[in-house]
């Protein structure tokens, strides 16, 4: 039975190796999340970084605001005739003297929203990623509410690679972004991006660019992945990809969008997908996990054998396309069948609330949490809404409108209705 099981072991690691060799000249081998509050130019700056606009919904164009998770992979070169930091870029020819410029890491940028209302939106985000791109405007006022809630949150779920970036200086004084800088460095005392780089640009005009992306190659490095683990992807999105009118026999089934954590997806392996599709019956609500066929894999729009854990991936499936549109299943695990985490309806949690409350203009204590509270929670991808049924000593009981799938060593932050937004105030862990 040992020697069994050492086979199995030696044979994952085997293919782990074969698929790192396949996978990873085409996939991106980092997740890096661009957040703050606002308007502070985060779709501006990912297009800068990849030449990709990923605000593309009709919504987010009218109101110039993301509103949705954005995607956009990218490759940076670096040339080896020029001096740093303009050796660095997103082209395989150097802008500067015209060298074919060699490869240094292929990366996928996840937008996050940074409206106060979407807050849910960006803590969904930051479970897929692996470091983080604060941006400030030199502009306004430092530290604006979201810029705050989203450090605090970064915190919380533990990222704690930040690069600040100091955004528009084209828009003030050399002596205003001076001033900016201090208030920023000022505002980071203390926190998990105290020590972290401040480094000024103008995404609009590319300025600046190019150290940003010198910084992102010295200060982040690619995580150590353990591809040998049973896969659990976290699903971000999910999409119908037909277009209307098109006719049954030319349908393609559902995509879901999303990460890998660990372990290795193959085309042709069956998954399960949890907590899965909400199904009435009868007068009641409950939730079937999904099993389905992977049909195809793509990183960007490059078609993939394997998925490995790193950059953001789609997969393609057999699901019914009903299934999947307006990212019905987002906040869903993905794995093999019956090797996923349990799906929780109720569970006890151990609470560790903040001080403050953040996120309010107004500086509010954390009042204790009380019976019968709807609290939001978010874990990996999903966002539910918790009613605390019972209170303990460290302990609170919540029934779940939806459910979600966590485990003991999970983070799951808690955010609480003041006024007409849910606003963050602390984390949880499952108590067993």
Known sequence: MAKKNQEKVGEKT???KEAKKDSYSKQPVINIGLVGHVDH???TLTEALSGKWTDVHSEEIKRGITIRLGYANSTFYKCPKCKDPESYGISKKCAACGSECGELRKISLVDAPGHE????????????IDCALLL???????????????LMALGIIGINKIIIVQNKIDLVSEEDVKKNYNKIKEFVKGTIAENAPIIPISAQHRANIDVLIKTIEEYFPTPQRDVTKDPLMFVA????????????????GGVLGGALKHGILNVGDEIEIRPGKKVEKEGKVFWESLKTKIIGLKSGTENIDKALPGGSIGVLTELDPSFVKSDQLGGNIVGLPDKLPMIRKEMDLIPHLLERVVGTKKELEVEPIKKGESLMLNVH??????????????????????PLCAEKTDRITISRMLGNRFRLIGYCNVKE
């Open 117 to 128: 209302s979407l807050m849910a939106t960006m803590l969904s985000g930051s479970a897929i």
């Open 14 to 16: 085997s293919q782990a």
């Open 237 to 252: 999105r999910s999409f119908d990809v037909n277009k209307p009118g098109t006719g049954i026999h030319a349908l393609v």
């Open 41 to 43: 130019g985060k779709t």
């Open 381 to 402: 991808s999903s966002v539910t809404v918790g009613i605390v049924t019972s209170l303990a000593k460290d302990t609170l009981h919540v029934v779940l409108k939806i």
């Open 136 to 150: 400030v405007a030199a502009n306004e006022e430092c530290p604006q509410p979201q810029t705050k809630e989203h």
